[in-house]
């Protein structure tokens, strides 16, 4: 049973798998990298995943601290999200074809000085480490992984659904920048006021997370996330929502909003989900270029789906 490895951990057998493991069916090409234009993003939906083998099949894949939080948790709904967290961080990494097959594994991380964690690759002569970027975030119904390549990447994940204790005004007032705040008080329906602010509240955190340093680092009364008509043209057949998403940070002012491409969308029909990618060829005077993104559902060791341009992935803002 699940409870009894995760208690059991030393007793399970180790084992590596190949790229090409996704498919329960038949072999799968890894993926190619992502440009360095383009964001990649993977969610799992917790509840879809009910067979103990395949969770007993991402345990196997997890190292001993992981398994060591894993257990540390509280109720075996938090144990099963954390574990798919970690394992769909593993599994996505090892998709893509990098140097050489990547075993999800033996794969290291390591963390900053504020605790973003990042791939560690094995230092060789003759190679260079991929630069690949990842960032992870969930909630109890859905976990997500962004990929980019050459960019800092934050995403965050947020239930449409999600009840707030206190009064939305008085919440952000003590979050939100004066800015923010004058734009969900000018919102007299209540319901669109907790909608406007969960999306506010899912953009601010990506941002975070893409700088680096954590909330304590970058408080979030310290930015403004604006929507604003694009000052660049975009194409005729472009499916982009008329707004985009810029940040106006008042510590950093050098810190343009060019520097930063933003993306909002609905994700699975239940959940807002935020991505931030740092804008690695900012041209001063122009916009941030909407954002090219793949999105897929998968469940571990079983399918893959691509649901871009699904009733699954809806943009909000941001998307090409």
């Known amino acids: 049973m699940f409870i009894y490895l995760l208690r059991s951990s030393s007793m399970m057998k180790t ?22 234009m383009e964001t990649h993003l993977w969610y799992i939906l917790p509840n879809e995943v009910k067979d103990a083998s395949i969770l007993n099949q991402c345990l196997e894949l997890l190292s001993p601290s992981e398994k060591e939080n894993v257990n540390h948790m509280r109720g075996m709904e938090l144990k099963k999200t954390a574990l798919l967290a970690r394992a769909l961080v593993r599994t ?36 260079h480490p991929p630069a690949l970027r990842f960032n992870l975030s969930h909630t109890s119904s859905l976990i997500a992984c962004g990929v980019t390549m050459d960019s800092s990447i934050g995403i965050d994940v947020e239930e ?65 996330i604006l929507f604003r008509a694009p000052t660049t043209s975009l194409p005729w057949n472009s499916k982009s929502k008329a707004l985009e998403i810029v940040v106006d940070s008042f510590d950093e002012p050098t810190n343009f909003a060019t520097n930063w491409q933003f993306s909002l969308l609905e994700l699975a029909g239940s959940h807002y989900a935020a ?46």
């Open 15 to 36: 084992c590596c798998f190949s790229p090409r493991f996704f498919n329960s069916s038949a072999p799968r090409i890894p993926l190619q990298l992502p440009s360095k």
């Open 160 to 224: 449409k659904q999600r009840t707030i204790k206190h009064d939305v005004l008085s919440f952000a007032r003590r979050y939100f920048s004066d800015r923010e705040v004058d734009l969900l008080a000018a919102i007299p329906d209540p319901e669109v006021q907790r909608q406007e602010f969960l999306k506010l509240w899912t953009l601010k955190e990506a941002y975070v997370k893409a700088l680096g340093r954590g909330f304590s680092g970058a408080p979030f009364k310290t930015f403004t």
């Open 92 to 127: 996505t990494i090892a998709r893509y074809q990098i140097n050489s097959e990547v075993c999800p594994r033996s794969l290291k991380f390591s963390k900053n000085i504020h605790g973003k964690p990042e791939v560690e690759w094995p230092k060789s002569d003759d190679r």
């Open 275 to 320: 991505i931030c990618k740092e804008n690695i060829s900012p041209t001063e005077g122009e916009g941030s270029k909407p954002m090219k993104l793949t999105v897929w559902k998968t469940i571990p060791f079983v399918e893959d789906h691509c649901v871009s341009g699904t009733d699954s992935v809806i943009n909000i803002s941001g998307l090409a």
